[in-house]
């Protein structure tokens, strides 16, 4: 896998909010979902996700999703869970990619 110079890939970096901010929003959750989830506020998820885009370097939800991906901060995710997404593998990325959801 490559990596960009300056980023942190491995799980131990992020802290385990901003890990399970992850995980939810691939899931498909909007931001309130995930702050009801998490206990915190709508505003603290809106932060931690904007900050989380410009820690992966992502410019928006899709790429931060894609990106997440990409840097193996999904594993154990299976495409088809949640409720964004494809279920059928479809799509212009061959389904490897899901929108995450504001």
């Not at 960009?4 to 929003?25: F, K, V």
Request: charged share 25%.
């Amino acid at each position: 896998m490559t990596t960009t110079p300056g980023i942190e890939t491995g799980r131990a970096q992020l802290e385990a909010s901003d890990q399970r901010i992850l995980h939810l929003l691939y899931r498909g959750l909007d931001d309130a979902s995930v702050a009801r989830h998490l206990g915190v506020g709508h505003r603290t998820v809106q932060r931690k996700v904007q900050r989380l885009m410009e820690r992966l370097q992502a410019n928006g939800r899709v790429a931060l999703g894609a990106r997440a991906q990409e840097l193996g901060l999904l594993d154990g995710e299976e495409a088809g869970a949640g409720g964004a997404g494809r279920s059928d593998g479809g799509g212009a990325t061959g389904g490897n990619s899901r929108a995450i959801r504001g």
